[in-house]
């Protein structure tokens, strides 16, 4: 992307949300390293656990694969500068979220709005409302349904993954609904490129028995990896 007309301010602790081990670096890698570099606390939160990625595999189980996202993700962290920094793995099925109206989304809700409580965050970074991948959608629900229940009201940015690649007209912001934003993450850039690196399993190499496994598209990364990470934060917030 150009440079954003607006810049991403950090002021203090960050709540970050996955839908995905991958999301956080490929969406807000970037800001992760910014924000730790400055002295901020950052909790990533990820929503599901990424074992749908390979389905017909026979090497790799759902359990196998779940485990290995894990260390993946733990790995991007690190390489992001914050290894150190609290995260914490909801372990939602991966394709297949708890629908709002479903007893485990209000338990999803109630554990997060407790890291909610304990983080106290100037700033969530959550997944685009309207991004076309349904576990990005429906963790953004599940993200703002545990922000209002804490009666906190930290700034909001949001992170669009797939809409590019995937969206209709719809899925795009509105009039007067969003405002862009950019981060400039040119110090960041080599870190975030090694943390996307971390996510193997996601690259085409480690899991090779299933043809019809998942691959992070070359050009998706190319245009999540460059200078600048673009957020839409809701009109009217600061
Ligand atoms: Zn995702």
Redesign the pocket.
Known sequence: MSRPPQSVAIDGPVLVV???P??ETLGCGGLIAEAVGQGFAVHTVFVTDGAASHPGSLQWSRAKLARRREREAREALRRLGAGEQPRTFLRLPDSGMPDPSDMRHAQAVTRMAGIVRDLSPRLAVL?WRRDP?R??RGSWRLAMDAIDETGLSPCILEYA??LDDLGVADDHPRPGEMEPVGLDIGAHAQSKQQAVQAHLSQLGSLITDDPSGFTLPPEMIARLTGRWEAYWRPCGAR
């Open positions: 996955a839908p995905h991958d999301d997944p991948h576990d990005h993954v797939w």
